[in-house]
Structure formats: structure tokens, C-alpha cells
């Protein structure tokens, strides 16, 4: 299966590598998937984890964003959207769209709101995207014999 994980999902995996987004990231990564991603998407992911609030809630350091981001880099197919198209109302979500129609995507993972517009929706059916929350992902995807 071929995942694209928005900017939240992977910010949230970094900061908690305990919780759900985590589980998804690494669920994307296994060899029989693959993770999808931008540059865009990764610039997404470096901006919000270095805002310092976040750095001081997660307790993060700048040497470990890099590292975590070498990390996303090395693990998935980095694609480079030619064309974005204006689905969303955050132009921020339309390169996150066009990654996952340049990349094939099957599955976006995302738990911003409006990427299930009506509008947004009918958009990625078109290419054969769904968009799913993590927890979604997990209960669809996870293998059973985890439990």
C-alpha cells in the first residue's frame, strides 16, 4: 500500500512515539508499503516541530528534528508535485494532495479537517486516494496477530 502521512500525522508521531500517529508512521514504512512524501510535506513537518512551544512540550532539540527528518527522508519515496491544484482553503493542503497524486498514493492520512471537505473528497477519489484518520489506519490496516 502506498501512504501519504500529512505534516500533523508526522509531527505527532515525532513527539509522541507512543501514540497512534507513531503506529501509522511505522505501519507506512513496512516493506510491503510505502510512505510517500514531499519536500513540502518534510518543510511542514521541520516548521511546526520548531516552533518553541513544541519543542518544549515534547522536550525535542534541533539535533533530533534533523534526525527524525533524515529519517522520514531516508525511509520514503520523496516525490516533487509538477502541477498542485487548489482543492483546499490552505494552499499548505494542496501540496500535500498533489504529493499523493504524483506519488499514486492508495491511502492520505491526515487529521485536518479539511481535507474531508465535500469538495476535497471528490478530489482524491478521482485518483483513488482515501483520506483516513490514523486511527482509522489502524483499525483497517493493523494486522490482527498484533493484538
Keep these: 500500500m502506498r501512504l501519504t502521512l500529512d505534516a500533523n500525522i508526522l509531527v505527532r508521531a515525532a513527539i509522541r512515539p507512543n501514540g497512534p500517529a507513531w503506529a501509522v508512521f511505522e505501519f507506512a514504512i513496512r516493506t510491503?508499503?510505502?510512505l510517500v512524501l514531499s519536500q513540502a510535506i518534510l518543510d511542514?513537518?521541520?516548521r511546526v516541530l520548531g516552533y518553541d512551544r513544541i519543542r518544549k512540550h515534547a522536550g525535542i532539540t534541533p539535533e533530533q528534528i534533523?534526525?527524525?527528518l533524515n529519517l522520514l527522508?531516508?525511509?520514503?519515496?520523496?516525490?516533487?508535485p509538477i502541477q498542485i491544484v487548489a482543492v483546499c482553503r490552505d494552499p499548505d493542503d494542496d501540496a500535500v494532495i498533489a504529493t499523493a497524486v504524483e506519488g499514486r498514493s492508495e491511502v492520505l492520512c491526515t487529521l485536518d479537517r479539511h481535507f474531508y471537505?465535500?469538495?476535497v473528497i471528490a478530489y482524491c477519489t478521482t485518483h483513488s486516494i482515501r483520506i483516513v484518520s490514523d486511527v482509522e489506519v489502524l483499525r483497517e490496516f493493523r494486522d490482527p496477530t498484533e493484538d
Design 66 to 68: 534533523d534526525r527524525f
Design 44 to 46: 511542514e513537518v521541520r
Design 117 to 119: 471537505d465535500p469538495t
Design 73 to 80: 527522508e531516508k525511509v520514503s519515496e520523496m516525490t516533487a
Design 32 to 34: 510491503e508499503n510505502r
